[in-house]
């Protein structure tokens, strides 16, 4: 059918006195053709399927559309802007800075985010406050990114200031480098950074080369039919809280970065979590879950330590209850097997009590309820519901758990005070750990379960974007 749709695209094209516009190109083709690149903050390939902020937004585009999605990469970032040029693709969707020398080759989209430039330096060495402390140092960027742009305007007022312009390697690679000290300096988005300290713990941001950057798709220059389409997209998805919910789902927890707890992370990945990773993937699969979330739950619990006892009685790796642990069937509470079992069925019957409510807010629910309670995260949706707010969704119902600790709230609730801090960073701190073993085992990619639920727990399927027709 995509071969019918392009031949007679071109017999149209031959007969018609016009050509036909991009956006009638589009539908005639039958898919959209986004150009992207590979990176947590645009797209990838997921333990269960593609993944990232990049790719849900213009998976949405291509249903708003009513038309497939056909995303391809390219092999290189200086790469994204000839594909639009050259016809090779509608859009690029790749974390694009809007910059005055692009936007003499492209036309740009609505911003949809925006981020800050930094200089990233490695903890311990003299952060860098200046251009001056750049000279004579090892600075590396992206070959033809608004990176590069910035150091070149820098040269006009220090004109020692030398870097390299890597053509192959992407963010991540020198991000490693500066953690690594391979090299001294780079320069990176704050979305970049936020999202990959927690692999590269010992970076950190110094100079402030840009602030209010905005990122936007790349569209052709030749006729504005698709760009108005995209324009009313992103008016849907603003209005709707489409555009919020997915930027929270990928950065929503990135703010909460605890530089131990990372480290010790990555030593026990290697240390302790082969003794359990098989528990983890066949407790998870039994109840249709990425085990990599089980783990994550696991290791916020108890650092994976089958002996952990808390003041309050909870013990073992997940952390069961005395009660939890009889309601599901747990005899053995500091069993490892029987430990991570029992709170992979507790966390799906968390799930279960939010069916309602799509992924992955749905898991940010059970995963909160699992900490607190059930009840709890239901007076806290409650009382969202009551400021006119959207109660199914975790980033306008996590600023009122707060409030269950406190007298003037939790007493119009139905369950009283809580702790409301604690399920918020719970959740966040799960989240944080789960990121880092998504990236730590990407090669451990499986086909999904068959279950009657196509979403996992870890809300690693696309949630459905909005298809409505304005």
Not at 61 to 85: C, K, P, W, Y
Not at 181 to 192: L, P
Not at 222 to 251: H, M, N, T
């Amino acid at each position: 059918m995509r071969a019918l749709s392009i031949i007679c695209l071109c017999v149209l094209m031959a007969t018609c006195s016009r050509a036909p516009t991009l956006l009638e190109e589009v539908r005639l083709m039958g898919a959209l053709r986004v150009v992207t690149r590979e990176s947590p903050t645009t797209y990838y390939q997921g333990p269960l399927g593609p993944m990232g902020p990049e790719y849900e937004l213009v998976k949405g585009f291509a249903q708003f559309l009513g038309v497939e999605l056909d995303i391809f990469q390219a092999n290189q970032f200086n790469n994204l802007l000839s594909r639009v040029e050259t016809g090779r693709a509608h859009l690029a969707a790749a974390g694009l800075t809007v910059t005055e020398e692009r936007a003499r080759r492209v036309v740009f989209g609505p911003a949809y985010q925006q981020v800050a430039q930094h200089v990233i330096y490695r903890r311990g060495n003299r952060r860098p406050r200046s251009a001056a402390d750049l000279t004579g140092k090892q600075v590396e960027v992206i070959a033809a990114s608004s990176f590069a742009e910035r150091l070149r305007n820098l040269q006009s007022t220090e004109p020692d200031l030398a870097f390299t312009e890597n053509p192959t390697a992407d963010i991540a690679e020198l991000l490693l480098a500066v953690n690594g000290r391979e090299i001294d300096f780079t320069v990176a988005d704050s979305n970049q950074f936020e999202i990959y300290r927690n692999l590269a713990p010992e970076i950190r941001r110094g100079l402030l080369l840009a602030e209010n950057d905005d990122l936007a798709w790349a569209l052709p220059r030749r006729d504005p039919s698709l760009l108005r389409e995209a324009e009313r997209y992103f008016s849907f998805i603003r209005e709707s809280g489409e555009l919020k919910r997915i930027l929270d789902r990928y950065y929503g927890h990135t703010g909460r970065f605890n530089y131990v707890g990372t480290r010790r992370l990555m030593r026990d990945y290697e240390a302790k979590l082969p003794e359990y990773q098989d528990m983890f993937a066949e407790a998870a699969t039994d109840v249709g879950m990425d085990w990599r979330l089980l783990a994550a739950v696991g290791y916020q619990e108890s650092h994976w330590d089958p002996d952990a006892v808390s003041p309050t009685g909870v013990r073992g790796i997940m952390m069961l209850t005395e009660s939890t642990a009889r309601y599901i069937g747990v005899d053995d509470r500091v069993d490892p097997a029987q430990s991570i079992a029992g709170g992979a069925r507790y966390l799906s019957q968390m799930r279960a009590r939010f069916a309602d409510i799509r992924e992955p807010d749905r898991s940010w629910f059970a995963l909160a309820a699992y900490n607190i309670g059930y009840a709890h995260v239901q007076d806290a949706r409650q009382l969202t519901r009551e400021q006119g707010l959207n109660a199914d969704t975790w980033v306008q119902v996590r600023e009122n758990f707060a409030k269950l600790s406190q007298a003037r709230w939790y007493r119009q609730t139905r369950h009283g005070y809580a702790p409301g801090w604690e399920p918020v960073r719970y959740v966040e701190n799960v989240r944080n750990y789960y990121d880092i073993l998504v990236w730590l085992t990407l090669d451990e990619r499986e086909e999904p379960a068959e279950t009657e639920d196509p979403l996992t727990l870890a809300g690693l399927r696309v949630a459905t974007p909005p298809s409505a027709r304005l």
